[in-house]
């Protein structure tokens, strides 16, 4: 059994991340959402597009200004008035002031906006009764960025502020990696679709619906593959086929020692590099780890892979993962998403897991041999301190039942068998974020 941390940098080597010459597309800015940036994003248009009000008062010469107070105030002639979105027609000369709004143009001539506050409005004068300081409230031209600089670089994942800049800097068309494509299949002769009406001895397939949520979620393109047979033809099949399309392989089941776990066999038949058979960690003890670095004999010639490109080409990582449901998300968690967000163009270390330190709610107990991870919430308590609270029910890998609403994994190290509530604890942030308030965790 390899420790966690082995585990973990064993597995982010295998992974080559695209190429950013090559594993890109172009897509609208429409369709960005989520993608990860490819190359190095440059604008045509200065940040302002010109100088402009920061808020809504009067353009000014300072020099006209510059002495003024409640005693002895200046008064200018207003020759023009500037909403947003106006060109100004009229220079402002000394003497006279311009009536400009938040986001108007300055007018030629004006150096410095004088709020209204610090104004009285005569008929078509203005009274100055608060010297500003110099240029003050001016948003001037390329003072935020100059156009044709680096406005984004490549390996950024293209959320809602990303999307806001580039739809502002107008670049309409973006270089992206390409989603990775994660195949998808589960192992089981017990195992039936949810539709199903389930036979003494048959459970649902949870784990394809888990997996393919979980890639969807990490901008992959899952592609389920469906229950495989425990027999050594079908499984052969499957791999087969799943090495064929996908850049990465996920299949649950059929790792562990019984007589019906082929996958590890199957593997080596099909002449992958096996790196991981099992891994000090609980749930999730057996871990099959391997890579496939050339075609197989039966995959399609690369011109039938149009659709697909360079997947006969990269190596593809196989993930074998522990049938039950717990083992196999805390798998996915654990290592399976560094692994995915470092091939999709995300740099390392931003792809490294995040752990944060809580104050444990409850007591956690492991058995002290192998990396335990337990599921429950993480919340902030009234201080804004992390607290972790452990889901009720059982802690068997078997369970999914108190699984919903899990947003982090508490970390019990190999040689503690308890963690006491009170005490700290480092917990694993998957999921969705953080729960809102202690009042609505959740218990299984
Ligand atoms: N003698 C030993 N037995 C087991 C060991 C061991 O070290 N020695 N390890 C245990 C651990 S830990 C785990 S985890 C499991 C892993 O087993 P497999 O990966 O071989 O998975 P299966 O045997 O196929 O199934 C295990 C369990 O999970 C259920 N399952 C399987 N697939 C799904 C699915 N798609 N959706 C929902 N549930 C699924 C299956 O019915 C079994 O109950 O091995 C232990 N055994
Ligand atoms: O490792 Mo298994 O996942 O403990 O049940
Ligand atoms: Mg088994």
Redo the contacts with the bound molecule.
């Keep these: 059994m390899l420790p966690v941390q082995e585990a973990e940098s064993i597995i982010l080597n295998l992974v080559q991340p695209f190429d950013p010459r090559l594993e890109t597309q172009v897509v609208e800015l429409s369709a960005a959402t989520n993608r990860i940036l490819a190359a190095t994003v440059t604008s045509n248009l200065d940040f302002p597009h010109w100088d402009n009000s920061a808020m809504d008062g009067y353009a000014v010469h300072y020099s006209d200004v510059q002495s003024c107070n409640r005693e002895q105030p200046v008064v200018l002639t207003i020759v023009e008035e500037i909403p947003a979105g106006y060109q100004p027609q009229c220079e402002v000369k000394p003497g006279q002031a311009s009536r400009i709004f938040t986001g108007g143009c300055m007018p030629k001539g004006a150096d410095t906006v004088v709020i209204q506050e610090n104004t009285k409005l005569q008929d078509n004068q203005v009274v100055i009764l608060e010297a500003p300081q110099p240029q003050a409230f001016v948003r001037h031209r390329a003072s935020f960025y100059q156009a044709q600089t680096s406005l984004m670089k490549p390996g950024i994942r293209l959320g809602a502020p990303e999307i806001a800049v580039l739809a502002a800097a107008q670049c309409n068309q973006l270089t992206v990696y390409r989603r990775p494509r994660v195949a998808i299949f589960?192992?089981?002769n017990?195992?039936v679709t949810p539709d199903q009406p389930l036979k003494p001895g048959q459970?649902?397939?949870?784990?394809?619906y888990?997996l393919a949520t979980f890639v969807s979620l990490l901008g992959g393109v899952p592609i389920p593959m469906g229950?495989v047979r425990?027999q050594p033809d079908d499984l052969k099949n499957a791999i087969a086929n799943a090495i064929s399309q996908a850049d990465m392989v996920l299949s649950?089941?059929?790792?562990?020692?019984?007589d019906?776990?082929y996958?590890d066999q199957i593997l080596a038949q099909l002449g992958a590099e096996i790196h991981i058979h099992?891994v000090a960690v609980?749930?999730?003890?057996?871990l099959t780890v391997a890579t496939f670095t050339s075609p197989l004999p039966n995959s399609p010639e690369e011109s039938d892979l149009s659709t697909t490109p360079s997947c006969s080409k990269r190596p593809v990582l196989y993930f074998?993962?522990?049938?039950?449901?717990v083992?196999?998300l805390v798998s996915c968690w654990r290592f399976v998403k560094p692994a995915l967000l470092k091939l999709s163009g995300l740099p390392e270390e931003v792809s490294k897991p995040i752990f944060v330190k809580a104050i444990a709610s409850n007591d956690l107990h492991a058995g002290g041999r192998r990396e335990t991870y337990l599921w429950g919430q993480l919340c902030l308590d009234a201080a804004g301190a992390y607290e972790f609270h452990l889901a009720s029910g059982s802690h068997s890998?078997?369970n999914?039942i108190n699984l919903a609403y899990t947003n982090g994994l508490a970390l019990v190290p190999i040689g503690k068998t308890l963690i006491r509530a009170g005490e700290s604890v480092l917990v694993l942030q998957v999921g969705e974020g953080l729960a809102r308030a202690k009042g609505n965790i959740k218990s299984g």
């Design positions: 589960s192992t089981g017990e195992l459970i649902v397939d949870s784990n394809q888990a229950i425990d649950t089941g059929g790792v562990s020692v019984g019906y776990d996958v099992s609980k749930p999730g003890k057996p074998g993962l522990p049938g039950n449901p083992s196999a890998s078997g999914l």
